[in-house]
């Protein structure tokens, strides 16, 4: 929580208060459901939802934009950037069944009204979107064929509508083939050992 302030001091006390409450409900569901490794879940905060938030330290969400987050697991990044805009549209999808179940009640439990958890497999929706995000679900190839005819071909943001993309390690063989991904080092925005491997990709695909 601490580095939450550090890195975002201009969130409201209600946004503080929602991210305060995640600890007690991702450990309590954590306990039925098990959706972040145990030991991870000692470092919520830092490996889940500051992790999420690097994406807020690249773009903007604008009101009514409508953000798709594929492979949601327990809520990631999509509840986190939620809080932060929450006059975005956000949903999350996720093929497991039992997952969604954590993020409705998650969501439920903050009061979040602008997502809509869904288990659903991305390939399934026939909806379009502004912006998806995810969290290294798949290599970036396999995903922009899941997703590239769910981004809308309107653009309402400063950037480009496409993927933001939470990854790690070396991406350099693997974006080889999108010349127009942009690549953010989270270690140029937060000072954590954790965020050294860490990036966020940006690829533009309208």
């Not at 959706?35 to 991870?40: A, L």
């Not at 809520?75 to 039992?98: C, E, N, Q």
């Not at 497999?121 to 769910?150: G, I």
């Amino acid at each position: 929580m601490n580095n939450l302030l550090k890195y975002f001091p201009d969130c409201t006390q209600h946004q503080l208060s929602q991210f305060e409450q995640m600890d007690s409900l991702y450990r309590s569901w954590n306990a039925k459901i098990n959706v972040i490794s145990r030991t991870d879940i000692d470092a919520l905060y830092e490996r889940h939802v500051l992790h999420a938030l690097g994406i807020a330290k690249c773009i903007e969400f604008l009101p009514d934009a409508h953000v798709l987050d594929v492979g949601t697991g327990g809520g990631f990044p999509g509840i986190p950037l939620a809080v932060m805009f929450p006059k975005t549209h956000f949903h999350l999808v996720d093929s497991i069944g039992k997952k969604i179940k954590v993020v409705r009640a998650v969501g439920d439990a903050l009061g979040l009204k602008n997502i809509k958890p869904q288990h659903v497999r991305a390939e399934q929706l026939n909806s379009q979107y502004d912006f998806v995000v995810s969290r290294a679900v798949a290599q970036m190839n396999t995903f922009v064929k899941w997703v590239d005819d769910k981004i809308s071909p309107v653009n309402n943001h400063p950037t480009a509508n496409g993927i933001f993309y939470l990854k790690g390690g070396d991406l350099t063989e693997e974006l080889s083939i999108f010349p127009k991904a942009e690549i953010t080092p989270l270690s140029t925005h937060f000072s954590e050992e954790f965020f050294k491997t860490k990036s966020v990709v940006y690829l533009p695909l309208n």
